[in-house]
Each structure stands twice: as C-alpha cells, then as structure tokens.
C-alpha cells in the first residue's frame, strides 16, 4: 500500500467530537459524530428490538481540545457538497488509491481491557478517520483476524485490506475485495481471549489487516457520523454470541427452507418448470424449492408475469404445491422506467425512486433496460413495494430471491461490469434525514429485505417466510438468508466457499450458503458431484446455474452424479432434525450452524485458521474433496474419538503434548466425502423423505457418538417446521446424554410436543471397535436403530 506524504492533513480532531459509552452488557461504543450534528442513535444494524434495552452510560473521560468542524474528511466533505450543490461524481471506491497516514490524536489511545492490552488509535486520514489497533499480544501469539462477512481468501484475514462496499461483482478472484455484502466486524482471537470490533456505518470501510504493516489493524471509515463497538470475550462462540445479540439473529426458518433447492437463469415456459418437478419425483431425489428466475416476468417487469410463459401462474404453482414444491420468485429493485407500468407510474407518483441531488429522477440499467431504483431508505417507499408483493403471494410464490440489490447498475461500462452500482452523489431519503447516497449505499438491501419481510406479515401472516437476498449490510440476517452471489463452475470457488460461509456465519448470519455448482459456465460430473457432496452440509442448499450454461440439475451429468446427488442430498433430509435444532439455536444465540474447527477446539494450535474442513454444528466434521483426481485427501482431527461416517470405524485421535490431534487419510471415492462424527455427540436424524411435507415414519432417530469414556450428549429441538405455534410454546427443546447403557432426557424449554412428527424414538449406539458396520449400510444413519427404552420425551 502507497504511503502518501500530502498536503491534507489537518489539525488534529476535535476530541469533544468523540465519546465513549459503556453498556452493562459489556460493550464499549465510541460515538463518533464529526459533522456538526448530534448523532440520533438511530442505526438500522443494530437490532430494534433489543438495542433500546440497552443502556449506555459514559466510560473514559473525553479528552479536552479540539477545533471544530475542521475534521470533516476530504470525501465527505465532497459527499455532502454534492448533495446540495448537484454536482455528479462517482469514484470508483474500489480503487485502493487512498492515503492511510495517519495522524495520531494526542489522547485518544484507548486502552484495550482484554488478554491483550492493545489500544485503539483514533486520527484523521485523506478520506476519513483512522482506527488504528496493534494485532500483537505481549506474550506473542498468534492473533487471527476472522470476520468482515462475504469476501474472498483464508479464514484468517490478516496480510490483505478488505473494503466494505456492495457492489455486483461478476468474477470472484482471489484478488477481489468487494462483493455483494458489508459486515465491517472483526473478532481479534488468541485461544485466550476474543476481541470484537465492530463498525456501525453504512458507508464504505477499509480494513487493512496487516497489509501495511504485519502487525497493525487499520481501519479506514469514509463517514462522519457512526459508531465504533468493542467488546472482550473470552471464546469466539460468546463474541459471536454477544455481537449477534446487538445486531440481531435470524427468525427461526420454515423447515422447508432447509431442504434442497434447485434454481436456474431460467427455468421457462412452465412445461419445462413441471418437467424438472417431475423428474426430481421420478428419479428420487429430495427437493423442497424449485426458483423462477428473471424471464417469468413480462419484459423484466418487476411484480409481472409473462403469460405466454406463465399463462396460469396460480395453478402452476398450486400443482407444484400438490407435488410437495414451493415456488420463489426473484424480485430485483430496478423498475423499468415504462410510464404503462403502474409500478413505476406508482413509485413516480408516490416519489419512491432514488434522484440526483437536483432532485431528477435517478435512471440507471438493468435487465429491463432503463429503470429507477426505489429509496428503500423511506418507509413510503417500502410499504409502496411491500404491497407489490401481493401479485406474487396471489400466486402462491412462497418465498423471494432479492437479486441486484447492491444495487447492480450496469451504466458504469457494460462490458467491463466496472463499479457496477448507482453513483455516490444520489440523495437518500435516510427516515427523513436525507443524505448522500454513499453515505448509506451498504445498507440499500437491507431496506429492501425489510420490505419483502413486512410483506409476509402483511400477506402471509400465518407464514415464517422465506428471503433470500444477495447483498446486505449488517443485520441482513434478521431480514433473509443470503446467497453468495454469481460464482463460477471452478475447483477454486468450491474451495473458496468454506472460508467465506465461515466468516459470513461469524459475522452474524448463518443462514448462508452459494450456488452449489457454480453458477457461471459449465460444471463436470466430477466437479458436480464433489460440490453437492460438500454443499449438502451448508446452511442454506441450492444449486444454480447461468443463462446459456448446460443443464445442471442432478441427472445432467450420468447415472453415476445422479447417484451422488441423490446420496448427498438424502443425507441432507435424513440430517434435517439435527439441521433444525442448529437452525433453531442459531435464531436464539447467533451461533454458527456452519462452523471452523477453532469453535469447537480453541486450544488445538493445528486448527487456528484452517478452512479446509469444517463442522455441521458440533458433531459433524466435514471434509470437502477440492481438487480433481484424487480419491482419498488427509483430514486433520483434533484429539479425541471419531468415527468413520462411512465406514462406522472408530479412530481414537491422541492428544499431543502441545493439544494437536492428527492427519488421518480420508477415503474419497467419487460418491463420497470424508465425514467422521465427533465422539461425545449424539446426532438426531430420521428416514428419508422427498420433501419436507412429507410426514415420514414418525420415528426420531438418535446415532449415539460415544466418547473416550462411553458418553454423549446431544441437544434437540422441534415444532411444527411452520407457522407461529412455538411462539405459543408448542415445541420441544431439550437433551439426550447418553452414560454408556442407558439415555436420559432432560427437556429445558416447551411443554408441548403436539405439533412434532414423530411418533417414537429409535437408537443406535456407534460400533466400538473398526469396522463393524452392517455391510449393507451406507453410513452411520443406517446402523440398526433400536425402540429406545424410552418413549418420546414430549409425548
Ligand atoms: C444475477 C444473479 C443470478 C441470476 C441472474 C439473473 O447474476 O446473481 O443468480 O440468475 O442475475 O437474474
């Protein structure tokens, strides 16, 4: 990174600018508000619902000194001009031609109360202001830097800057920084102790994380008003925990939302929509969602049909429906600027749309050509497209696929897809306090999300809903699940898939997951395959694929992929108990469902930044097959037993004297993956079905997981995979611990198991020595299940 020695700096800043606040829950906030005004706590990151609760008090004393107004940056400086003066500019943000010198401010270096006493710095830079914190601990460990949300590379994120700045970014190379979400949190991890930060703006960032200098955080924000949070604790999970708690968590999902999903740009005319149905049918592989993408609409149309295509969408949808799918629909937020269309005559009307600063309405291109962007920033303006929903809910549309929310605008250069967004200098309605569009630009779809949200409540009451969203800002979770966006059929974004849904996870959203297959050119059978495999343990499970690729559904690709697909994906269904009680804690606590070694094993030296394998909650270690050719991959275990999820064969890993475990070499046949189940756990699962309608054979299944000392202990909870009964308290929530011979359960919440399906329990207990699987099993799963002694606990 280029040093600059220029004429910008400034006096030093006016410290009464800058306050600190204590909560009692332990956050430390810096309020930073350098633009004259008082900042009005409003922050639509944070959770409404439980950021009022807390109360704020002062913490350190502010430093005296100061000189006024003087510390605008340079760039917001220039924002704000714009806004009133209706000059156009768009900078190309992504440009890592900024000048991070730092100006220290005499004073402002805040001590950390954590394992590590590092302090923060706070100065002015060329563009914003500057935090600066040292990523060093006096005993000289280590200090991972995880978080930071949707971006490309390791877990670890030391060694690169990051910027948060959503934009439609077509290719995912390693050198790419911005995409399509903006989470400026980091958590700061020694195996003692986990320092979060996070950024409350909805402007751009910068997070260099040791690029500059190895050891040193440098944290660029280009706005003049937000706040910076701070918390120490002592594991990542309460950190994650604790951030999630401020900026909110997930609403408990339908279940069906966690089955498979099959999407493509575009599954048109409606024969060929009911043949794919069909064929899931008929070649037995489990599909809850098959998605509508941009062509059933009437010319790109948003909230239109094309009824050559579509002629009867309703019954469509209702025969999908009878055939256990439900259909989602995408919804992008570019509005074809086409008078005859009410909705965007409706949205000129009702000033819905984004404009220039002179007050002209804002006219970008998207997939109609021509369109206006709504300003979901104004609470009109998404009730306005909230009740546009209503031609889709009409229909029996169970779910919506938010795309191009960034949002994309391909006037920049068509060809070239550079700076792919709507320009900086547009005026945000911002809830009645307007400001320059960049100032707010990370946060566009989390408005829109918000809008499609209120749209259940308003139409589908009695429903969870389903969003499924590509960008977003902090607190998207509490809004939709997110996808990763327009990935390619490559082995390295089957790599890169884990590292980002980790940190995705870990900054606040675990419903997360990609396209499985890539969805930019053409998968092999053997890419195919090894992508399902994997992705069938991700949160959120859909395969995808581009206009004018191959077909890419799971009989494309031979008898052999078809095979796997309906393997893995089976798996999934058999998994889905075990799937929704981690769906379930994650709507509670924030907690990963996808999750790095380092969550469950936080003192194995071995596992600090590893990304090659990961956990499906606590008792599933998974092992992706990365690479083509190759049929066995090493795995390393943490110390501990383990079990062969294939195999049934029990590994017993030492302990090191350093508290590593080992490298095992997984076997890696086409049609499987490396997967061992953690001893100590006890995984529920149940038979198979073809989607989650389906009631199945009522029976709970429990695979027991013994450990060193013939233990385990596993966690459960159901309702009735729909609706609102659990609020009223309709579902069970409780454990199993297993003491070697007999199973106990202890239920800790819910009274009442009426609305669960099953019917009786079943056990199974893991071979204990190698080996001793049925040989007509396929896995684990099919061990011989006894009646436990115990009738269900909820019955
Ligand atoms: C964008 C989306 C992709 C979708 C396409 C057409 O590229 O990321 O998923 O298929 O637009 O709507």
């Given at each position: 990174?280029?040093?600059?020695?220029?004429?910008?700096?400034?006096?030093?800043?006016?410290?009464?600018?800058?306050?600190?606040?204590?909560?009692?829950?332990?956050?430390?906030?810096?309020?930073?508000?350098?633009?004259?005004?008082?900042?009005?706590?409003?922050?639509?990151?944070?959770?409404?619902?439980?950021?009022?609760?807390?109360?704020?008090?002062?913490?350190?004393?502010?430093?005296?000194?100061?000189?006024?107004?003087?510390?605008?940056?340079?760039?917001?400086?220039?924002?704000?001009?714009?806004?009133?003066?209706?000059?156009?500019?768009?900078?190309?943000?992504?440009?890592?031609?900024?000048?991070?010198?730092?100006?220290?401010?005499?004073?402002?270096?805040?001590?950390?109360?954590?394992?590590?006493?590092?302090?923060?710095?706070?100065?002015?830079?060329?563009?914003?202001?500057?935090?600066?914190?040292?990523?060093?601990?006096?005993?000289?460990?280590?200090?991972?830097?995880?978080?930071?949300?949707?971006?490309?590379?390791?877990?670890?994120?030391?060694?690169?800057?990051?910027?948060?700045?959503?934009?439609?970014?077509?290719?995912?190379?390693?050198?790419?920084?911005?995409?399509?979400?903006?989470?400026?949190?980091?958590?700061?991890?020694?195996?003692?102790?986990?320092?979060?930060?996070?950024?409350?703006?909805?402007?751009?960032?910068?997070?260099?994380?040791?690029?500059?200098?190895?050891?040193?955080?440098?944290?660029?924000?280009?706005?003049?008003?937000?706040?910076?949070?701070?918390?120490?604790?002592?594991?990542?999970?309460?950190?994650?925990?604790?951030?999630?708690?401020?900026?909110?968590?997930?609403?408990?999902?339908?279940?069906?939302?966690?089955?498979?999903?099959?999407?493509?740009?575009?599954?048109?005319?409606?024969?060929?929509?009911?043949?794919?149905?069909?064929?899931?049918?008929?070649?037995?592989?489990?599909?809850?969602?098959?998605?509508?993408?941009?062509?059933?609409?009437?010319?790109?149309?948003?909230?239109?049909?094309?009824?050559?295509?579509?002629?009867?969408?309703?019954?469509?949808?209702?025969?999908?429906?009878?055939?256990?799918?439900?259909?989602?629909?995408?919804?992008?937020?570019?509005?074809?600027?086409?008078?005859?269309?009410?909705?965007?005559?409706?949205?000129?009307?009702?000033?819905?749309?984004?404009?220039?600063?002179?007050?002209?309405?804002?006219?970008?291109?998207?997939?109609?050509?021509?369109?206006?962007?709504?300003?979901?920033?104004?609470?009109?303006?998404?009730?306005?497209?909230?009740?546009?929903?209503?031609?889709?809910?009409?229909?029996?549309?169970?779910?919506?696929?938010?795309?191009?929310?960034?949002?994309?605008?391909?006037?920049?250069?068509?060809?070239?897809?550079?700076?792919?967004?709507?320009?900086?200098?547009?005026?945000?309605?911002?809830?009645?306090?307007?400001?320059?569009?960049?100032?707010?630009?990370?946060?566009?779809?989390?408005?829109?999300?918000?809008?499609?949200?209120?749209?259940?409540?308003?139409?589908?009451?009695?429903?969870?809903?389903?969003?499924?969203?590509?960008s977003g800002g902090t607190g998207v979770q509490r809004y939709a699940a997110i996808w990763t966006g327009d990935n390619h059929s490559w082995w390295e974004h089957l790599t890169m898939m884990v590292p980002m849904f980790l940190n995705v996870g870990l900054s606040g959203a675990p419903f997360v997951g990609g396209d499985a297959g890539g969805f930019q050119l053409n998968a092999d059978a053997e890419l195919y395959r090894r992508w399902i495999a994997a992705a069938a343990f991700t949160p959120f499970f859909?395969?995808?694929?581009?206009?004018?690729?191959r077909d890419h559904e799971p009989w494309s690709f031979g008898p052999e992929a078809l095979e796997t697909a309906r393997r893995f994906i089976g798996i999934r269904y058999r998994l889905l108990p075990y799937l929704y009680t981690l769906f379930e804690e994650a709507s509670r606590r924030g907690t990963p469902v996808m999750r790095p070694l380092l969550w469950e094993f936080p003192q194995d030296p071995r596992v600090a930044s590893r990304a090659d394998s990961f956990l499906l909650g606590n008792a599933l270690l998974v092992a992706p097959v990365r690479e083509p050719g190759v049929q066995e991959r090493s795995v390393y275990l943490p110390a501990g037993v383990w079990y062969d999820f294939w195999s049934g064969e029990r590994i017993d890993v030492p302990r090191q004297p350093d508290g590593?475990?080992?490298?095992?070499?997984?076997?890696?046949?086409?049609?499987?993956?490396?997967?061992?189940?953690?001893?100590?756990?006890?995984?529920?699962?149940?038979?198979?079905?073809?989607?989650?309608?389906?009631?199945?054979?009522?029976?709970?299944?429990?695979?027991?997981?013994?450990?060193?000392?013939?233990?385990?202990?596993?966690?459960?909870?159901?309702?009735?995979?729909?609706?609102?009964?659990?609020?009223?308290?309709?579902?069970?929530?409780?454990?199993?611990?297993?003491?070697?011979?007999?199973?106990?359960?202890?239920?800790?919440?819910?009274?009442?198991?009426?609305?669960?399906?099953?019917?009786?329990?079943?056990?199974?207990?893991?071979?204990?020595?190698?080996?001793?699987?049925?040989?007509?099993?396929?896995?684990?799963?099919?061990?011989?299940?006894?009646?436990?002694?115990?009738?269900?606990?909820?019955?």
């Open positions: 990174m280029q040093q600059r020695q220029d004429h910008w700096f400034r006096p030093a800043a006016p410290h009464s600018d800058l306050a600190w606040q204590q909560s009692a829950d332990g956050w430390l906030r810096l309020a930073v508000t350098l633009d004259g005004t008082t900042r009005s706590g409003r922050s639509s990151a944070l959770d409404p619902d439980t950021a009022p609760m807390r109360e704020w008090y002062d913490a350190a004393p502010v430093p005296p000194g100061g000189s006024g107004p003087e510390f605008f940056s340079d760039r917001i400086h220039r924002l704000n001009d714009l806004a009133t003066q209706g000059v156009a500019a768009n900078d190309n943000p992504h440009e890592d031609t900024r000048g991070l010198e730092a100006v220290p401010v005499e004073g402002l270096r805040y001590g950390l109360p954590s394992g590590f006493p590092a302090t923060l710095g706070v100065s002015r830079s060329r563009d914003g202001i500057l935090l600066d914190i040292p990523l060093s601990t006096p005993r000289g460990e280590a200090v991972r830097v995880m978080g930071l949300g949707e971006k490309t590379g390791s877990l670890d994120k030391r060694g690169r800057t990051w910027v948060m700045w959503n934009c439609d970014e077509p290719v995912h190379s390693p050198e790419k920084s911005a995409l399509y979400q903006a989470h400026p949190v980091v958590y700061l991890w020694t195996p003692g102790g986990t320092v979060t930060l996070f950024i409350d703006t909805m402007a751009t960032v910068w997070f260099d994380v040791g690029e500059a200098e190895p050891d040193r955080l440098l944290i660029e924000i280009y706005d003049n008003r937000f706040d910076c949070y701070l918390r120490t604790d002592e594991s990542l999970p309460e950190a994650v925990e604790s951030y999630s708690a401020l900026t909110g968590r997930i609403p408990l999902p339908p279940e069906w939302a966690l089955g498979f999903q099959q999407c493509r740009y575009s599954y048109f005319p409606e024969e060929r929509v009911l043949e794919v149905a069909q064929k899931f049918r008929e070649e037995r592989v489990p599909c809850d969602v098959l998605y509508l993408d941009i062509h059933y609409m009437d010319g790109y149309r948003v909230f239109t049909w094309d009824h050559r295509r579509f002629p009867e969408p309703d019954r469509m949808v209702q025969g999908l429906r009878d055939q256990g799918f439900r259909v989602v629909t995408i919804v992008d937020p570019g509005v074809k600027t086409d008078v005859d269309y009410p909705v965007f005559s409706s949205g000129l009307e009702k000033q819905a749309f984004l404009t220039r600063p002179g007050g002209e309405l804002y006219v970008g291109k998207v997939w109609p050509g021509d369109a206006a962007f709504p300003d979901f920033s104004r609470p009109a303006t998404r009730e306005w497209w909230a009740r546009w929903h209503k031609t889709l809910f009409d229909a029996g549309v169970a779910g919506i696929w938010n795309d191009m929310n960034e949002p994309a605008d391909f006037t920049g250069d068509e060809v070239l897809r550079v700076n792919f967004t709507v320009p900086d200098d547009l005026v945000a309605h911002n809830e009645g306090e307007p400001v320059s569009f960049g100032r707010v630009h990370n946060e566009y779809a989390n408005g829109m999300n918000r809008a499609t949200r209120d749209a259940f409540l308003q139409y589908r009451p009695e429903e969870r809903g389903f969003v499924l969203t590509r859909r395969a995808h694929s581009a206009l004018d690729t590593s475990g080992a490298v095992v070499v997984g076997n890696a046949p086409l049609d499987r993956i490396p997967l061992y189940l953690r001893g100590g756990t006890i995984l529920p699962h149940e038979g198979l079905r073809q989607h989650t309608g389906e009631t199945g054979d009522g029976v709970l299944r429990l695979l027991i997981a013994p450990d060193a000392e013939g233990r385990a202990q596993g966690t459960f909870y159901g309702d009735a995979g729909e609706g609102f009964g659990y609020c009223a308290g309709r579902f069970w929530r409780g454990s199993f611990s297993w003491d070697g011979s007999g199973l106990r359960t202890e239920s800790r919440a819910g009274e009442s198991g009426e609305d669960l399906r099953w019917t009786s329990l079943a056990t199974a207990v893991c071979p204990g020595t190698s080996g001793e699987l049925n040989p007509e099993a396929e896995s684990l799963l099919d061990l011989p299940h006894g009646e436990s002694r115990l009738s269900l606990p909820w019955a």
